[in-house]
């Protein structure tokens, strides 16, 4: 079978992909991957036995979650060409990154598509709505509604994903976003499959803690850590302001994003340099190291995730988890909290609370 697969964007989303292209390889299968520029300007290369093709097009608008229409028609016209050389018998979508297809009835027509979601609006609205009645000021309230209608504009009315995406198969990570999935797009129930998320074992593995640290170059004594995209909804700054009221506990996070700066501000509001290190994107072996290092790992989202990759691969490096009670995170960890603990989105003081709890 010869799949191709789209995917786009950075964190847990990507690392699905290359676990995904990895295990049809590994069964067999020819796997093409159509997806966005490489940091390094690559535009071809090998890599989990398959052939990764980089696209060099925005895929988001500035200002709405959105992809960009040039990423439509150059993955489109991507796959048109590949096809001909070699027909695909399906097409792997990882989240919409397949639209552009979509929109010119390549499903069924030309080739089945199935699509992969790791959210959905209904989920993130209902999330900007619980975040807006929490917000301290008027300022955030109108933040929070401006991305609820971005969100359901850009996602579902500018692209036609209310309609679109309905005749495809569908797969979810969490049964706690199924229903919300099917809301956002119509989807026919009997199109839509359960996987959860799976991380690579061998990659996240426990490791003796003070030789990695030494090794990072990070502080001896209590270390959380926590990872993700750096942008509002993560809310890696509910975790800066917890470490505030630790006395000795060091705080690192790995990822980037749009938030960087305002979260570069209040670490030096709080004087907390000397105690939280913002360390940017690094690579999946990278990541796997400093998950194994810290003492605690925290993931303090106010964004209703359908079951984050890296809470997986945290727990499989033996580090304890503390998140956010919040979309598929429940899931993850178990409602009654027996895999990590549980604490409310955006409650510093719980978040600070089970922490001291773990360390102690």
């Not at 980089?54 to 200002?63: I, M, R």
């Not at 096809?83 to 399906?90: A, T």
């Not at 993130?124 to 209608?149: G, H, N, Q, T, W």
């Amino acid at each position: 079978m010869t799949v191709a697969s789209y995917a786009s964007g950075i964190g847990g989303m990507q690392r699905a992909t290359a676990d995904l292209v990895l295990g049809l390889t590994r069964a067999g299968h020819e796997v093409e991957v159509i997806t966005a520029r490489h940091p390094d300007g690559l535009v071809e290369t090998t890599f989990n036995g398959a052939c990764w093709r980089f696209l060099d097009v925005p895929t988001k608008f500035e200002h709405l979650p959105g992809q960009h229409p040039a990423w439509h028609r150059a993955s489109y016209a991507s796959f048109i060409r590949l096809h001909r050389e070699q027909p695909f018998d399906v097409v792997h979508s990882e989240s919409l990154g397949a639209m552009g297809l979509l929109q010119r009835g390549a499903h069924p027509d030309v080739v089945p598509v199935v699509v992969k979601f790791h959210g959905n609006v209904v989920s993130l609205v209902k999330a900007a709505a619980r975040r807006a009645r929490s917000a301290p000021d008027s300022k955030a309230r109108i933040r929070e509604a401006k991305l609820a209608l971005w969100t359901i504009g850009g996602w579902l009315l500018t692209r036609g994903e209310l309609y679109r995406v309905r005749p495809c198969e569908a797969i979810v990570p969490s049964r706690e976003q199924v229903n919300d999935t099917i809301h956002s797009h119509l989807l026919r129930r009997a199109h839509v499959h359960v996987v959860p998320n799976g991380i690579d074992e061998k990659v996240f593995v426990p490791r003796p803690r003070e030789e990695l640290r030494a090794s990072l170059g990070l502080p001896r004594g209590p270390l959380l850590v926590t990872a993700g995209r750096l942008n509002h909804d993560k809310s890696f700054a509910t975790a800066i302001d917890a470490v505030a009221s630790l006395p000795d506990v060091s705080l690192v996070i790995v990822g980037e994003g749009e938030e960087r700066p305002a979260l570069e501000t209040r670490i030096a509001q709080l004087g907390l340099r000397d105690r939280v290190a913002l360390l940017g994107s690094r690579k999946p072996q990278e990541v796997a190291a400093y998950l194994a290092a810290g003492d605690v790992f925290v993931f303090p989202t106010q964004r209703a995730e359908a079951a984050p990759v890296v809470l997986l691969e945290a727990m499989a490096s033996g580090t304890p988890v503390v998140a956010s009670a919040i979309g598929g995170i429940t899931e993850v960890l178990g409602e009654d909290g027996r895999a990590g603990s549980l604490v409310a989105p955006g409650d510093v003081g719980a978040l600070a609370r089970a922490v001291a709890e773990l360390l102690g």
